[in-house]
């Protein structure tokens, strides 16, 4: 590890780095990379066993391996970026928070990205804080001439960020209600947005809202499902699962 910065309260940003990231290339926006981190308390990083359908160090026990949004790779320093959502009781969160220079990780990946197809007459992005990183890769890549609007859901509203610029962008944020259930605001905001003909839709969040998106898009508004890219990243009250930034 190379280091980390605080981006906001609730976002951090690690850097990894070193010769074994010589040939790391992402290709495509809305990438994913995965972290193998050592065990809570300890700095040092034991590798898994692939054991036929999971992963599991010496003793038995599952590593910890959290998904992650490269946010920037740098291939002449050997470097790579991601950013990390600050929550009580996530495993990465108090990694990320802990974490100095010289620390190991283990990276694999990239795995798949969303191909942006040039011809599209205009975009919706969304997102909630978990797809910042992702939301910020998508809108950097969209054609400059496509209409663009982008909703992001935040449990926090200091957790807002500076997004790529794009010259027909719209970009809103929505504060979730403490009460609601995370992705309640990013749904209903879809439900309500105009989604017009041709419109190709990127979402990505909490599991069980991107279900009802997709459902909506699908049942509701009759888009093919080449038109939506569509990604559950973490599920509620589950721990483990998720994608952290």
Same mark, same amino acid.
């Given at each position: ?13 690690? /850097? =990894? ?11 495509? !926006? ?8 050592? =065990?809570? @308390? ?27 949004? !490269? ?8 470097? =790579?970026?991601?950013?990390v959502v600050v929550h009580e009781g996530g495993v990465a969160s108090q ?8 620390? !190991?990780? +283990?990276v694999s990946g990239p795995g798949r990205g969303y191909a942006v197809d ?5 975009? =919706?992005?969304?997102?909630? #804080? /978990?797809?910042?990183?992702?939301? @910020? ?23 807002? /960020? ?7 962008? +719209? ?26 003909? @041709? ?6 969040? #909490? ?16 888009? +093919? ?16 699962? /998720?994608?952290?930034?």
């Open positions: 590890m190379r280091g980390t910065e605080a981006l906001t309260p609730w976002m951090v940003r690690v /850097t =990894l780095g070193g010769p074994e990231m010589e040939g790391f290339v992402v290709d495509e !926006p809305a990438a994913s990379v995965r972290l193998l981190l050592p =065990l809570l @308390g300890s700095t040092e990083l034991v590798m898994p066993a692939w054991k036929g359908n999971e992963f599991l160090l010496p003793d038995g026990s599952r590593p910890i391996i959290r998904t992650f949004t !490269p946010r920037r790779v740098d291939v002449v320093a050997l470097q =790579l970026d991601v950013d990694w990320a928070v802990a974490a100095s220079a010289g620390d !190991p990780a +283990a040039a011809d599209t007459p205009s975009f =919706l992005v969304a997102g909630d #804080e /978990t797809a910042i990183p992702a939301v @910020g890769q998508v809108l950097d890549a969209l054609p400059a001439q496509a209409p663009v609007r982008v909703l992001v859901e935040l449990a926090h509203p200091d957790a807002r /960020t500076d997004l790529p610029a794009h010259p027909h962008a +719209a970009v809103e944020w929505l504060d979730r209600p403490r009460a609601s259930a995370p992705g309640a605001a990013l749904v209903a905001a879809i439900r309500e947005a105009d989604v017009e003909s @041709g419109c190709r839709v990127w979402a990505a969040g #909490e599991a069980a809202a991107m279900q009802a998106i997709r459902r909506h898009l699908l049942d509701d508004r009759s888009l +093919a499902r080449s038109q939506m890219t569509v990604r559950g990243y973490w599920k509620h009250g589950r721990a483990g699962a /998720t994608v952290d930034g």
